[in-house]
């Protein structure tokens, strides 16, 4: 229980790390309002996995049997010919190491769900979201929404790859935010039939398409390289749809079928596979955690860091009466997760070879790996 001046804190996002971070300073003693701007869960079908730091973490918040019920049934992955015949086999989390404790996959949904119903005790107002903030020595004013005013002692930005608060302390996201060349779309194909529970992965060159069997709901990725797309809107569904029909167009396998699903889904989840590079994740009373302060999106492991994230911000605020060292001493310990571009590219290369060749010998390397 923390003893210090610091009272109230506004989290922006309840997401993973808002919703983590929430947890924490609650069990604190802090007095904590959380913003998040989705009215409901929605579930676009995609995965993530809870695994290294992030799994002590989600045990001693008395969740892993929680999360453990929401794991998804995949049993391995495999690598599909066009025909989808077998190529290549992979382990995944629910397979090999399956009652172990090293690795949990469940959707981003269920995940966001479990964290948010651990935060008894917050304020959650949702639906909206910070539009105007200012500071003084005090403590931090915000607009909610278009009209209530609401003061606090920290607000912490937890909004994502696209944060408000970091676009209205730091300024504009350009500077920070950099698009990687590859674009993922995920879906929930509820109707699909599957004949495996293994997760099943088609290449052509630049492009993968995924069949997750999910828990209960079976979902696609889409994840495709392509030149830079300047204008791209994260909200505009209809261009997202184009760019994905486009680029799949004529491709085999189940692909037609699954270009049925994304004609007529409404919850499509798109967007660009970017870098957050901040040098600083806080600016007096406000700070930034999990994706809005650092990430590599979809490929980086952010489910797992967005935790540990919050936890190690929450456990420094807990610590002492000074944000600003408190702020310090989080970034310093968090950034040593960061992910480098090294694996960052190793990854995507294996996942999405760019070339024939590329796939070719990528099939080759798991054919022999799993000899
Ligand atoms: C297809 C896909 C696959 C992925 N696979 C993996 C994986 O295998 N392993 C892994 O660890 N991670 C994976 N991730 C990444 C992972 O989902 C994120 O890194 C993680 O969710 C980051 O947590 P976060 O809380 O920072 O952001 P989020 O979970 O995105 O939460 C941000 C929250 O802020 C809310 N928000 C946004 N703007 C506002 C606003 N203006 N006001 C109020 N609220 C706002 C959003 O609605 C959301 O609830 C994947 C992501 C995708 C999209």
Redesign the pocket.
């Known amino acids: 229980m923390h003893t210090c001046a610091i009272r109230s804190v506004l989290i922006?996002?309840?997401?993973?790390?808002?919703?983590?971070l929430a947890h924490w300073l609650l069990r604190f003693g802090f007095k904590l309002t959380v913003?998040?701007?989705?009215k409901g869960q929605r579930s676009?079908g995609?995965?993530?996995?809870?695994?290294g730091p992030?799994l002590p973490i989600v045990r001693s918040m008395g969740l892993l049997s929680a999360l453990r019920k929401f794991a998804t049934r995949a049993t391995g992955a495999e690598i599909v010919d066009s025909s989808g015949a077998r190529i290549a086999g992979m382990p995944g989390p629910n397979a090999t190491r399956a009652g172990s404790e090293d690795e949990i996959?469940v959707t981003?949904a269920d995940?966001?769900s479990v964290l948010l119903r651990s935060c008894d005790g917050a304020e959650m107002i949702f639906g909206?979201?910070?539009t105007e903030l200012s500071q003084d020595a005090g403590g931090v004013d915000v607009r909610i929404g278009s009209g209530t005013e609401r003061r606090f002692d920290l607000l912490i930005g937890?909004?994502?790859?696209?944060?408000?608060?970091r676009r209205l302390i730091f300024g504009n996201s350009e500077q920070f935010v950099r698009q990687l060349g590859m674009y993922?779309g995920?879906l929930a194909c509820p109707e699909l039939d599957l004949d495996t529970m293994a997760v099943q992965l088609y290449n052509a060159p630049g492009r993968l398409v995924a069949i997750h069997p999910g828990r209960d709901t079976p979902g696609a990725?889409f994840?495709f390289r392509h030149h830079e797309i300047r204008d791209l809107d994260h909200r505009d569904t209809q261009h997202h749809r184009k760019l994905i029909m486009t680029t799949y167009a004529g491709d085999g396998w189940r692909v037609p079928e699954l270009l049925d699903h994304v004609r007529n889904t409404d919850d499509l989840?798109f967007?660009a596979v970017s870098r957050v590079r901040l040098p600083r994740w806080s600016r007096g009373r406000v700070a930034l955690?999990?994706?809005?302060?650092s990430?590599v999106?979809?490929?980086?492991?952010?489910?797992?860091?967005?935790i540990a994230g919050?936890y190690t911000l929450a456990k420094e605020l807990a610590g002492t009466d000074d944000h600003e060292v408190a702020f310090r001493r989080y970034q310093d310990r968090h950034k040593r997760l960061i992910s480098s571009p090294a694996s960052v590219w190793l990854g995507s290369s294996f996942l999405v070879p760019a070339t024939g060749f590329g796939i070719t010998m990528r099939n080759r390397l798991l054919r022999l790996i799993a000899r």
Do not use: P, W
């Open positions: 922006s996002g309840g997401g993973i790390a808002g919703a983590t913003v998040e701007q989705a676009s995609n995965v993530v996995d809870i695994r992030a996959e981003r995940l966001a909206e979201s910070i937890a909004d994502g790859l696209h944060s408000i608060t993922v995920t990725a994840i989840y967007d955690v999990g994706d809005a302060a990430c999106s979809v490929l980086g492991d952010g489910s797992t860091k967005a919050a």
